[in-house]
């Protein structure tokens, strides 16, 4: 089956550090595709980055990066220059195959300090 | 430009009330559709997904159901609203034209806060 794990319920980081949120994930299909969505207090699910199974590099969008490690099955969002803006709960999910639908962690909620 | 439109933002209902939920994308044709319920504090719980007109996909046995009468248009119904309906409901649609494990992103809407009562 598979099983995207979060287990950083909540995480602390001054402004202008970096900071990375964990996630590990279980499948048996080589072919997957690993997300990372911010949710802010609106409510509302922002897509930050991707990463599929054959990606040779890790992925980069901005102060985002996805340190992704194949072997060990894990997806971690790296925040770099964090901001206020940057505090949310992130999610990692995770399609596999030719699946139409995301699974979903639990989610980390990321504050932001001065 | 794609967007995807649900409403409402907010609802109460008492137990017993049936449920209407709608969402919208505007700017495509053939979305995937889905619908993920939210509980408090958690992740995101897929409830049901749709390929295409009158085709739906329950992930979970529940008290609800989903339909999507026209391609761009997906609705969440209840004939009877539970306590436990309670939670966050988002929709959200993707393109559905992405090859094997590629990046088929989900878009979401805002998202339908509802307390059931």
């Known amino acids: 089956a598979q099983k995207i794990t979060q287990t950083q319920p909540g995480m602390f980081v001054q402004e202008k550090e970096a900071v990375t949120l964990d996630c590990t994930y279980d499948?048996?299909?080589?072919?997957?595709?690993l997300f990372w969505y911010k949710q802010p207090s609106s409510g509302e699910m922002i897509f930050l980055i991707y990463?599929?199974?054959?990606?040779?590099q890790n992925a980069t969008e901005g102060r985002y990066s996805l340190n992704f490690q194949k072997a060990r099955k894990s997806a971690n969002l790296v925040i770099s220059a964090s901001q206020l803006g940057d505090s949310a709960m992130y999610f990692c999910?995770?399609?596999?195959?030719?699946?139409?639908?995301?699974?979903f962690g639990t989610g980390t909620r990321l504050q932001v300090t001065l | 430009s794609q967007t995807i439109h649900q409403w409402p933002a907010t609802l109460v209902q008492p137990v017993g009330s049936p449920l209407s939920l709608e969402c919208t994308v505007e700017g495509t044709s053939n979305p995937n559709l889905y619908w993920y319920r939210q509980a408090a504090g958690r992740g995101l719980q897929l409830l049901f997904y749709?390929?295409?007109?009158?085709?739906i996909s329950s992930e979970v046995p529940q008290n609800l159901s989903a339909s999507r009468p026209q391609d761009r248009q997906f609705i969440l119904s209840s004939k009877k609203l539970l306590l436990s309906d309670s939670g966050f409901y988002l929709c959200a649609w993707s393109d559905g034209k992405g090859l094997r494990g590629t990046n088929e992103k989900l878009f979401f809407g805002s998202g339908t806060q509802l307390s059931v009562l």
């Open positions: 990463q599929g199974s054959y990606d040779q």
């Open positions: 499948t048996s299909d080589p072919s997957y595709g």
């Open positions: 749709s390929v295409g007109i009158g085709q």
């Open positions: 999910a995770m399609r596999h195959g030719t699946a139409s639908k995301l699974t």
